[in-house]
């Protein structure tokens, strides 16, 4: 496609679900990041794949939280037993080369998708 | 949490009006980077700056990364009504304490222009 997108834009979970939610980067990009977003904040670093190795996943706050990108391409971020403090926008971006030192950093963002735990 | 201090939080000038804004930091950075987030949409980014000492333009926009590698500042001349949103700044920390990945971002600057 012609940009990130991700699904669902808005989700309601009750306390205590699971949920997942997707991106699908630009087509043939190779990193992919998945940032959260609290109301009034700039995003905060998640985690972030090369190809289908997730390479650093020190931003996830909890082991409630869980992100795959099995074929390289798409990724899912899950989130279980969602509590309240979880709402949050989900950002992902992706980046055409590998993420080096002084590599490529301009990381094109999707929508992302509104969460809120009730 | 977050080590970047972006000022101002926010702003309200006059279409025409040129507008500075500026990030700075304790911590030393490789790269810099401004986005613009519009309501509901994901950031977009205006410019990046990779070398100390770096002034560059992307159109009315100038930002620059500065001397000691803390701190950058944004520059937008003769404002528009477009020019409305939430401005980030964004950097790569030389010393990221075990995550090489991650940017680091700013809580952003809301820009308002009154036509």
């Known amino acids: 496609g012609a940009g990130v997108s991700q699904s669902p834009r808005y989700k309601v979970a009750k306390r205590g679900q699971d949920v997942a939610l997707r991106c699908d980067p630009i087509?043939?990009?190779?990193?992919l990041f998945w940032y959260q977003q609290a109301l009034g904040q700039g995003p905060e670093f998640l985690t972030y794949f090369q190809n289908e190795a997730q390479l650093d996943k020190s931003g996830l706050p909890s082991d409630r939280f869980f992100a795959e990108r099995p074929e390289g391409s798409v990724s899912t971020l899950k989130i279980q037993r969602t509590q309240q403090e979880d709402s949050a926008v989900y950002l992902c971006?992706?980046?055409?080369?590998?993420?080096?030192?002084?590599?490529?950093?301009?990381?094109?963002f999707g929508p992302g998708t509104r969460l809120t735990v009730t | 949490g977050q080590q970047l201090n972006q000022s101002p939080q926010s702003m309200f000038i006059q279409e025409g009006e040129d507008v500075s804004m500026n990030c700075t930091s304790s911590s030393i950075f490789n790269t810099w980077l401004w986005y613009k987030q519009d309501p509901g949409e994901g950031p977009v980014l205006l410019i990046a700056l990779y070398k100390a000492g770096e002034l560059t333009s992307n159109g009315r926009l100038t930002a620059q990364f500065g001397i000691t590698r803390k701190d950058s500042f944004l520059n937008i001349s003769a404002s528009i009504p477009s020019d409305v949103g939430i401005y980030f700044c964004a950097g790569q920390l030389k010393d990221s304490g075990g995550s090489n990945y991650k940017l680091t971002f700013g809580k952003g600057t809301l820009l308002t222009v009154n036509p």
């Open positions: 971006a992706s980046t055409r080369g590998p993420w080096t030192r002084r590599g490529s950093y301009e990381q094109y």
């Open positions: 087509s043939g990009h190779v990193s």
